[in-house]
């Protein structure tokens, strides 16, 4: 009895050790980080359809597939979406 008593008891410290060298839990984005964040896919989509550009000669609007992409415009609308996520992320409360 007196075994058991003393192995509940160094399983009882072990486990404590065990939670209490754990960093704290970090909580869930809250909306206004999430919010901001919808912005920032927004804003990004927006740029991201000036950044088609009709072939010449076309009739056809851009939703058929006839248009090209102007990649170094892709490229800057990508920039500024991973800026502006960042910058939610770094107002976020779990930091």
Do not use: E, K, Y
């Amino acid at each position: 009895m007196r075994a058991v008593v003393v192995l509940t008891a160094a399983l009882a410290a072990a486990v404590s050790m065990t939670h209490a060298g754990r960093a704290s839990i970090r909580l869930a984005q809250t909306s206004t980080v999430t919010n901001c964040m919808m912005t920032c896919n927004s804003q990004a989509a927006t740029c991201q359809t000036t950044c088609l550009v009709p072939t010449t000669g076309s009739t056809t609007t851009a939703a058929t597939g006839n248009a090209t992409l102007n990649t170094a415009c892709q490229a800057t609308c990508t920039t500024q979406q991973i800026s502006c996520q960042t910058t939610c992320a770094r107002t976020s409360p779990s930091q």
